[in-house]
């Protein structure tokens, strides 16, 4: 679609995903580095998914948290805010020492944050140690993705980029599994945070036996360290050619190099392609996270919950089907990255992803409008329990229903189900505290404080997989995978900084008010929010972000000079 006479140097677009797994069979180094530096993946993936289940065991061990929404919104998004300062440090720290030191030093702070939390006394101690893994994933989610790029062949690039995106889903559905195998296990979500420091400990000796990104030491004047790492990644008649581009491209940034050394952000956006780079770069990190998978990752259980599924353990189950087809659909990118290209794949994302959005919008409104009534009878039942706001309108207590006992504050309360098969009908609106929740559940009801008994839950299930697989092969990997090759060489590391930092401040923004939104407007109204934010993200799309498929890096910025605006996604 771009001007300026740009080709593809691929043969056939149809044989990408083939010649991967050729290459990778036959020049096994090559696949070694991608895994090794895509394990940084796997911790980004962890920590998102792990969160989202430890967060129930957490509200019941801590009453502070299970009060106070603000509380678990800063348990899970205090990560966030490490991440942010992680990815801002990570560029720095690229450029200066290396991708290799960068995620050596991600794995350190990771395993510091992931003993600290299984450790953690107290609330406070445990967002201590939401901050360190914070960091450490900042630093990786910005550094693999560079690393293996830099490292990879251009026509395999995108699938091998692809592959920390696969294992960042592979993360968070071994999270689940995780989640899941500790639910009965004496201190459960201690558990469940602290085997994070595994993965940490692993790529930290794995990537002790890689080499430094070749890129990186060529433009550090280390040629011969450079050349050795491209001689055992491209086969011997494509060495010199790739040495050749690699020390041309170097030339050119040394004329830049005075002003490279005095970055600032004015001057970046003063350079028409750096410019255009970064609005594409940095629109797409932040929309990925505006149109909401990250509410889906850290609250999927809790939203299952909203759902009208009562019991810890079978919003986890069901839960761990979203980050399986999660995973499945980054198993897809893979596969069509090169075959099809960066843009087409988004724009198909997103256009599913916006009506995933308005099937779950749909299915919570329902929900809402058809929540079963609090019953005055059955309240008296537990007449010691009695919610305080609902005795208050003991003379006309008809008009309330399960939806409006939950929203009682002073104190909580909690809706006890019909006593028949039948959750639909009437229950008691009673006191939100361990004691009741026992005794409703000792007379074979079930207790719900987040969401009410409902008959549209599956309909909430089948949004929530429609969107996963829609967004996962589009809107979750290729954001990073154009990140990873749209910058000049000389910027590479702080262009990439800016996108991931925009990335951690978006993604915080949408985890600290998720829950806050949900109480103010509903969840309804907040899924709907996150569907119009998708249309404009396709428009973005469309307008913004350029097919890199196939180009070679010194080629991409040309293309950035010279490009025109057009809408034909589906051509070059």
């Known amino acids: 679609m771009e001007g300026g006479g740009i080709h593809s140097t691929e043969g056939g677009d149809s044989t990408a995903f083939k010649e991967c797994l050729s290459l990778s069979w036959k020049n096994p180094f090559v696949l070694r580095l991608a895994f090794s530096a895509g394990i940084g993946g796997l911790l980004f993936g962890y920590d998102t998914g792990v969160i989202s289940g430890a967060l129930l065991y957490i509200r019941d061990d801590f009453n502070s948290v299970d009060r106070k929404t603000v509380l678990q919104e800063s348990i899970v998004s205090m990560a966030v805010a490490g991440a942010i300062i992680g990815s801002a440090v990570g560029g720095w720290l690229n450029d200066r020492y290396g991708r290799r030191t960068a995620i050596l030093v991600a794995d350190f702070l990771f395993f510091i944050g992931a003993v600290l939390m299984a450790s953690a006394p ?6 201590s140690g939401r901050v360190f893994v914070g960091i450490g994933v900042g630093m990786a989610s910005m550094t693999s993705p560079l690393y293996i790029s830099e490292a990879s062949p251009a026509k395999i690039r995108g699938a091998l980029v692809s592959t920390n995106g696969f294992l960042t889903t592979a993360g968070q559905f071994l999270s689940y599994l995780i989640n899941l195998a500790f639910t009965k296990a004496p201190g459960t979500w201690r558990w469940m945070l602290g085997v994070a420091g595994v993965p940490a400990l692993l790529q930290f000796i794995l990537v002790l036996l890689l080499p430094e990104s070749p890129r990186w030491l060529y433009i550090k004047g280390r040629e011969e360290e450079a050349e050795a790492v491209l001689r055992k990644i491209y086969p011997p008649q494509e060495v010199e050619e790739e040495i050749q581009s690699l020390k041309e491209s170097t030339e050119k940034d040394s004329l830049e190099k005075d002003s490279s050394e005095k970055i600032t952000f004015l001057k970046l956006l003063q ?5 255009r780079a970064l609005i594409a770069g940095v629109g797409l990190q932040i929309f990925q996270q505006f149109v909401g998978i990250n509410t889906v990752m850290y609250y999927s ?15 986890l189950l069901l839960s761990l089907v979203t980050a399986g087809l999660n995973a499945f659909g980054s198993i897809v990118s893979i596969y069509f990255i090169d075959r099809t290209g960066r843009k087409k794949l988004l724009v198909i994302s997103l256009c599913g992803v916006a009506v995933s959005l308005g099937v779950l919008s749909a299915v919570f409104h329902e929900t809402a409008s058809h929540a079963p009534a609090v019953s005055a009878i059955e309240t008296s039942r537990f007449a010691p329990y009695t919610c305080p706001d609902y005795r208050s309108v003991a003379p006309s207590p008809d008009v309330w229903d399960c939806t409006k006992c939950l929203k009682t504050s002073s104190p909580g309360c909690g809706f006890c189900s019909s006593s028949t098969d039948n959750k639909l009908l009437p229950g008691a ?12 559940h000792g007379e074979d009801r079930e207790w719900y404080t987040r969401g009410c008994p409902s008959s549209f839950g599956w309909g909430a299930l089948i949004g929530l997989a429609l969107y996963i697989l829609f967004f996962s ?3 979750g990997t ?16 702080v262009c990439g900084g800016i996108a991931a930092t925009a990335n951690w401040i978006s993604n915080l923004i949408v985890a600290q008010s998720f829950l806050s939104l949900t109480e103010a407007i509903g969840t309804s109204s907040t899924f709907l929010i996150f569907g119009v934010i998708s249309v404009v993200a396709l428009f973005f799309v469309l307008v913004c972000v350029p097919e890199t498929k196939g180009l070679p890096f010194e080629e991409v910025e040309n293309m950035l000079e010279g490009r025109n605006l057009q809408f034909k996604f589906w051509k070059r």
């Not at 107290?122 to 967002?127: D, E, G, H, R």
């Not at 259980?301 to 919003?315: E, H, Y």
Request: proline fraction near 9%; glycine fraction near 6%.
């Open 429 to 440: 609106c009673l006191i939100s505290n361990n004691t009741v929740k026992e005794v409703c």
């Open 473 to 475: 092969p589009g809107m």
């Open 301 to 315: 259980p809790t939203i299952v919950q909203l759902a009208g599924f009562a019991s810890n353990q079978t919003a």
């Open 122 to 127: 107290n609330p406070s101690v445990l967002i």
């Open 271 to 275: 350079t028409k392609a750096i410019r």
């Open 478 to 493: 290729v954001p990073w995978i154009v990140n990873s090759e749209i910058y000049p060489l000389r910027l590479r590391g």
